[in-house]
Structure formats: C-alpha cells, structure tokens
C-alpha cells in the first residue's frame, strides 16, 4: 500500500523528506549552543529537547522512506555498496538522535539541566 500518491517527477517522497531531519537537528544544535549565551527566560532546555526530540522522530520517518525508496528501484551491482553504507550511516544518525533524545527526557525527568540564571 502506497502512503502518497507522487508525482512522476519524483518517484519516492525519500529524497524530498531527508533535507528536513538533518535542518532540524542542526538547528537544534545551534540552538543549543547559542543557549549559553542568551538568558534563560528567553530559551531554555525543554525548547531544544523538543527540536532534538522532533529531529529524531522525523529521522525515522525519513529513514523508513529510504528503506522503501530502496526496495522500489533498481539499482547496478557497483551501486549496492554505496546505498548498503547509505542506509548503515542513516541508521546509526537515527539511533544516536533516538538515544540522545531518550537522554534529555531522561535529563528533564529528573531535573538534572544545570540552570544558568543571568
């Protein structure tokens, strides 16, 4: 069963959904980065727990489109290799941001966020 009905110009939705989990997360990170200078009342950590959290769902919904975009085509033998090494370098991009999600949950949960008060 297809999800999505595409277009002929784009025969999977996977290279249309992939920019949008890596542009997440990078803004997570900068957004996590630019917190240690900007006043807490203004950003804090559960905003960037949503990003990173948010990220992490969106991987996997991106990921799962590559495993189906690569199972509907053909591809040479020379080829294999590289989207075999592709989907193993996405997996472990979506393991990470899954378990470091899991850890700023966990990190809320308990209260453990220094709090940087100016």
């Given at each position: 069963m297809e999800l999505l009905i595409t277009p002929d110009w784009a025969p999977n939705i996977h290279p249309l959904l992939v920019h949008f989990p890596i542009a997440l997360l990078v803004v997570a990170a900068f957004a996590n980065f630019i917190t240690f200078f900007i006043p807490e009342k203004w950003?804090?950590?559960?905003?960037?727990?949503?990003?990173?959290?948010?990220?992490?769902?969106?991987?996997?919904?991106?990921?799962?489109?590559?495993?189906?975009?690569?199972?509907?085509?053909?591809?040479?033998?020379e080829a294999q290799s590289v989207l075999s090494e592709h989907a193993d370098w996405a997996g472990y991009f979506l393991w990470f941001f899954i378990l470091y999600g899991i850890l700023r949950i966990a990190f809320h949960w308990f209260d453990l966020f220094i709090a940087v008060n100016y």
């Open positions: 950003w804090d950590e559960t905003k960037n727990t949503i990003l990173y959290v948010a990220g992490a769902l969106f991987a996997g919904i991106t990921y799962y489109s590559g495993t189906v975009a690569a199972d509907s085509i053909f591809l040479p033998t």
